[in-house]
């Protein structure tokens, strides 16, 4: 079905929809990019997995108001940008209520910006039985 989507998406035959070099079963490969083709709670469950990993993504303000500690931008900066990956994942610990902070980021940044790895946009697609898929271009050409 998934394929089906993404070849309905670029209007082209579903045999130009190929199986990509991702070992992942929801990313396709069409005109040298690949797309990952998810539903909605596929998209939130792995916007959950990526978020603690990329939160040198997020403004440190924005950040900082969800932290159960009082700690001052500059050194949050300093943390998230210079210091090692495992710092991002002390501070996904240290956010207070990580349902309300992950809705925040939905509402405030979308999944694309951390699920569309290649252009950080997410593109919803609705089928003919209203079930809606969202697509995500993890790669392509260099330009």
């Known amino acids: 079905m998934r394929r089906l989507v993404l070849a309905r998406f670029f209007n082209c035959p579903v045999d130009q929809v190929e199986d990509s070099q991702y070992e992942d079963e929801y990313v396709f490969r069409y005109?040298?990019?690949d797309y990952l083709v998810i539903t909605e709670e596929e998209a939130d469950k792995e916007l959950r997995?990526?978020?603690?990993?990329n939160l040198f993504q997020i403004n440190p303000f924005f950040l900082k108001r969800h932290l159960k500690i009082d700690i001052s931008t500059e050194v949050l900066q300093h943390f998230?940008?210079?210091?090692?990956?495992n710092c991002r994942l002390i501070f996904w610990e240290l956010i207070a209520d990580k349902e309300t902070f992950l809705q925040d980021i939905t509402n405030t940044y979308g999944r694309g910006l951390?699920?569309?790895w290649y252009d950080r946009r997410e593109v919803r697609v609705r089928t003919a039985n209203d079930t809606f898929y969202y697509i995500y271009r993890v790669s392509g050409p260099l330009s």
């Open 31 to 33: 005109d040298d990019s």
């Open 80 to 85: 998230l940008y210079d210091m090692c990956e």
């Open 114 to 116: 951390f699920l569309a």
């Open 49 to 53: 997995e990526q978020i603690p990993h």
